[in-house]
């Protein structure tokens, strides 16, 4: 049975069992069943053409969709609760690691701290087997994926259990002794975790609906008011990776207009995190999430126990992966 770490994001999927990791858009489209499509660029990876049938339906996911699909989304509401989203980008990364027609698999996921009544649902509609068909080699492979295990944990403990998690001659263990407190700014929402002596404390843990996708929102008006562009936010991936975005194939400069967004979304997160936590009785603070990448200074600044995740954009599903591998030794 394959140990899978699973993060299935509201930006960004990412997954891994050890061996091979992969990430891609968390964005879903229609995919027509008469898509013609030819190819000349050699040295596809398996995340750029992503296509899956799930329950009858076709669909495109990550690339794919923002690529060929005339209708696409990226499900930004909490409870994920519309058609079949989550098992669409739940199985499609796990076919991601299938190298079979029938495979088996333990997987640790996460959900936001506030969301964690929805755990058995979402354990209920997962577990057990499925029957998926996806793009392999241009050419559709059907596959049945048994998840025979599911553990769902509070989003930002993967990124502790990445720290702190580690492997000895006695099997894994955490590092006793410490409070640390878990800031993980993602796409859709910013989950903060305290975790005392490697034990989740649930009641000082919560869930801000504030996230990277503020900064897409206003990143894009302020590309239609200057260049006359309406940019999606499901299309500005690298825009906002690479500070830059192409007109008329020339490289324009947003860096301005990242920087003032960042700075607000920051002083959002930090002003909420200083009116729930005590944070100067905390041991370290763990900045994390694909946020963290851009925002991780300025908490630095203001955090004197803070410290960058390792990785952070993957941080909370190696930890997965740590967990599961963990409950592999009792």
């Excluded at 900064?215 to 309406?230: A, Q, R």
């Excluded at 860096?255 to 997160?269: G, W």
Aim: aromatic letters at 10%; one cysteine or more.
């Amino acid at each position: 049975m394959k140990s899978v770490g699973l993060d299935v994001g509201y930006g960004f999927v990412k997954v891994t069992d050890g061996s091979v990791g992969y990430s891609f858009p968390s964005v879903i489209g229609d995919r027509s069943l008469d898509t013609f499509q030819i190819d000349i660029k050699m040295n596809r990876t398996p995340v750029d053409n992503m296509q899956i049938k799930y329950k009858g339906k076709f669909y495109n996911v990550g690339k794919a969709a923002i690529k060929h699909s005339n209708y696409l989304y990226r499900d930004l509401s909490l409870a994920r609760n519309y058609g079949n989203n989550f098992e669409i980008m739940f199985l499609m990364a796990l076919s991601l690691l299938c190298n079979k027609n029938e495979n088996e698999m333990r997987v640790v996921t996460g959900l936001p701290p506030q969301y964690m009544h929805m755990a058995e649902v979402a354990k209920n509609s997962l577990v057990g087997d499925h029957e998926i068909t996806v793009m392999r080699d241009n050419k559709f492979q059907d596959m049945e994926i048994t998840l025979a295990d599911l553990d769902i944990v509070p989003q930002p403990l993967g990124t502790f259990w990445s720290e702190h998690l580690t492997q000895g001659q006695s099997g894994y263990d955490v590092t006793e002794g410490l409070k640390v407190g878990v800031i993980d700014i993602g796409f859709g929402t910013t989950d903060l975790a305290i975790i005392e002596d490697g034990e989740y404390i649930h009641e000082k843990s919560l869930t801000l609906p504030i996230g990277m996708s503020a900064v897409y929102k206003e990143i894009s008006s302020e590309i239609f008011k200057k260049y006359g562009i309406n940019k999606e936010a499901h299309s500005l991936d690298q825009v906002v990776i690479k500070r830059r975005i192409r007109i008329a194939n020339k490289e324009e400069d947003i860096s301005e207009f990242l920087n003032v967004s960042y700075n607000k979304i920051a002083e959002n997160i930090i002003v909420e995190t200083i009116s729930n936590w005590k944070y100067r009785e905390l041991d370290q603070i763990i900045i994390t999430g694909g946020g963290s990448h851009e925002l991780g200074k300025l908490f630095l600044q203001y955090f004197p126990q803070g410290v960058l995740a390792k990785e952070p954009f993957t941080a909370n599903s190696r930890g997965y992966l740590a967990w599961a591998m963990h409950k592999e030794s009792f």
